[in-house]
């Protein structure tokens, strides 16, 4: 798999990454541990470098799977973890004081058995804590070496520009894909300003965009999809045409949608790195498959135009989750 570079500070990733949150969390029970420590190193062998992970995934039991399964590999990839958002009373919260900071930092490492995190994000910006104590506290744990590289999840651009003064940003993670094209208004724009790489998740809409979900599907209890506004089932039947569209488009290029969703992210910017969530070996394949695609920008031009107009009902997250996402 070929390598990008985010930002300008030098950190070397696979092309596409994975996100491991799934293999803990959020859709529904998660799977038996041995078999995603299994997925993670093939996802090595196939060319995988870059693993995107939190400390509240789990919270904790995501990191340890992430760190037991890498360990043997460390040398050969980079790992990403975030701090911020804590459990506190059965709800999430965010806290980014420095001496939360410090304190989450060593507990990351600890569980991701190493010595140094490859790239370290602030999950979700704290109202309460200065952006400059945040970049502050993590430009001393980089002088420390215990952390390489800053990132931000989720910030709003002025925001970003705040942190970025004070310890240079490599990346910054947001939510982007061909039904959730916000950040093409100002984030895109302000990164590719500062020098900063992108890192999408959910790039296959949660799993929306890969053509297995419509309005029939029935998600188990514990997923984290039946609460979310764009994935009712009125919504799944009304966003179906953006699959089909999708669907359409990719046999011409002899892909699946989820590969073409893939690709067309890949095409957008050469600093811009998905890491698409998967627990079986088979659309971990499919969706390596689509680093191999090379889309011309007349096809990006039609994928987008296709997409543009047809539209998405639904809010991404649940209202009291949306307010915390800075954008």
């Known amino acids: 798999?070929?390598?990008?570079?985010?930002?300008?500070?030098?950190?070397?990733?696979?092309?596409?990454?994975?996100?491991?949150?799934?293999?803990?969390?959020?859709?529904?029970?998660?799977p038996d541990k041995q078999s995603m420590i299994a997925l993670i190193r093939t996802a090595v062998e196939r060319g995988i470098t870059f693993f995107d992970t939190a400390e509240i995934y789990g919270p904790h039991t995501n990191e340890e799977l992430v760190g037991e399964a890498l360990e043997p590999?460390?040398?050969?990839?980079?790992i990403a973890t975030k701090f911020g958002v804590k459990y506190v009373d059965g709800q999430q919260g965010v806290d980014s004081r420095p001496e939360v900071i410090r304190q989450s930092v060593e507990g990351s490492l600890k569980r991701l058995r190493t010595d140094v995190i490859d790239l370290y994000y602030q999950h979700r910006v704290d109202p309460n804590v200065p952006i400059e104590d945040v970049a502050g506290t993590v430009k001393d744990l980089?002088?420390?070496?215990?952390?390489?590289?800053?990132?931000?999840?989720?910030?709003?651009?002025?925001?970003?520009?705040?942190?970025?003064?004070?310890?240079?940003?490599?990346?910054?993670?947001?939510?982007?894909?061909?039904?959730?094209?916000?950040p093409e208004d100002e984030l895109i724009p302000t990164l590719e300003e500062l020098g900063i790489g992108f890192v999408p998740f959910s790039p296959l809409g949660k799993g929306f965009l890969t053509g297995t979900i419509d309005e029939k599907t029935s998600f188990v209890q514990s997923d984290f999809r039946n609460i979310v506004p764009r994935f009712t089932a009125e919504a799944r039947k009304?966003?179906?045409?953006?699959?089909?569209?999708?669907?359409?488009?990719?046999?011409?290029?002899?892909?699946?949608p989820a590969q073409l969703a893939l690709a067309?992210?890949?095409a957008r910017k050469p600093w811009i790195a998905p890491i698409p969530g998967t627990t079986k070996l088979a659309r971990l394949e499919e969706n390596i498959g689509a680093a191999a695609i090379k889309l011309t920008p007349d096809d990006s031009r039609e994928i987008e135009a296709?997409?543009?107009?047809?539209?998405?009902?639904?809010?991404?997250?649940?209202?009291?989750l949306e307010k915390r996402t800075g954008l």
Not at 73 to 78: D, E
Not at 238 to 256: F, G, M, S, W, Y
């Open 1 to 30: 798999m070929q390598k990008r570079t985010l930002g300008k500070r030098g950190l070397e990733v696979s092309a596409l990454g994975l996100g491991c949150m799934g293999m803990s969390q959020s859709y529904g029970t998660p």
């Open 73 to 78: 590999l460390r040398q050969q990839v980079g």
């Open 142 to 182: 980089i002088q420390q070496g215990k952390v390489k590289h800053f990132g931000m999840s989720e910030a709003g651009v002025k925001t970003i520009r705040r942190a970025h003064a004070v310890q240079p940003l490599t990346a910054v993670q947001s939510e982007y894909s061909l039904w959730w094209r916000k």
């Open 238 to 256: 009304v966003n179906q045409p953006i699959v089909d569209v999708l669907r359409t488009l990719a046999e011409k290029h002899r892909a699946t």
């Open 264 to 266: 067309w992210l890949l």
């Open 306 to 320: 296709a997409a543009s107009r047809i539209p998405i009902q639904g809010a991404r997250y649940p209202e009291a």
